[in-house]
């Protein structure tokens, strides 16, 4: 499984676009990437996926670069509520009974703050 | 909005005794997994179940541990002989589709 990079820490001024960065450049063509967050100690949250093209949905953005060695999660209006760790993953997609697990990394701590 | 469940929220044990932690997944879902959060640590992948079998497996999940849909809406995770390392938050996932994997809230096991 392709491995990831991302900053271990970041801040958002509330309102405010947070954008995360995450490097992946052992990836392979029929890995996606996906990201979720971990609230405290909470279970985590899928938040949105993709292969190759530009994806949104209603929590956020995902721009992959079209060499799929890096992307950035975008969260347009940060909130306080979006203060968590986020993590970027890549992943086969489950396909009968292979793929799909989850290799979690440090991830970002995204503070926001009033 | 259907969502997984676990029970326990918290399990205090002793070590060498064995627990077993519960999961209803969301109901469609056919695809289910364990993970596993030392406090501070990273989320660990544990196993992942489908079609009633094991499908992958980490180093983690030894011979101590096992898995079970005893009912086709359950699914647990048992730990035979607990030891003071297993102390972790435990998370059970689902998934319909190929893509998203849909978490519980987690049990907390503490080993004594």
């Known amino acids: 499984d392709a491995k990831t990079t991302q900053p271990p820490s970041m801040d958002c001024a509330e309102g405010r676009a947070a954008n995360l960065p995450c490097n992946h450049s052992t990836i392979s063509g029929n890995e996606y990437v996906y990201w979720y967050r971990q609230i405290h100690s909470q279970g985590p949250q899928y938040i949105i996926h993709?292969?190759?093209n530009n994806e949104t949905n209603e929590m956020a953005s995902l721009i992959i670069t079209e060499d799929r060695k890096s992307s950035t999660l975008i969260l347009p209006h940060a909130t306080l509520r979006d203060t968590a760790v986020y993590y970027c993953i890549v992943s086969r997609p489950r396909f009968y009974n292979q793929g799909g697990k989850l290799i979690f990394g440090q991830g970002t701590e995204l503070s926001v703050k009033p | 909005e259907p969502e997984v469940t676990q029970t326990p929220s918290h399990q205090v044990t002793q070590m060498g005794q064995e627990v077993i932690l519960r999961c209803v997944p969301i109901s469609n879902h056919l695809y289910f997994y364990w993970y596993r959060q030392i406090l501070g640590q990273k989320v660990e992948f544990l196993v992942s179940?489908?079609?009633?079998?094991?499908?992958?497996k980490s180093e983690i999940f030894d011979d101590q541990f096992s898995v079970e849909r005893p009912d086709g809406s359950n699914f647990t995770l048992k730990i035979r002989s607990t030891k003071l390392e297993d102390s972790a938050m435990y998370f059970c996932?689902?998934?319909?589709?190929?893509?998203?994997?849909?978490f519980g809230p987690g049990t907390r096991l503490t080993v004594t």
């Open positions: 996932a689902s998934g319909d589709t190929t893509y998203e994997q849909y």
């Open positions: 993709g292969l190759k």
């Open positions: 179940f489908y079609n009633n079998e094991i499908s992958e």
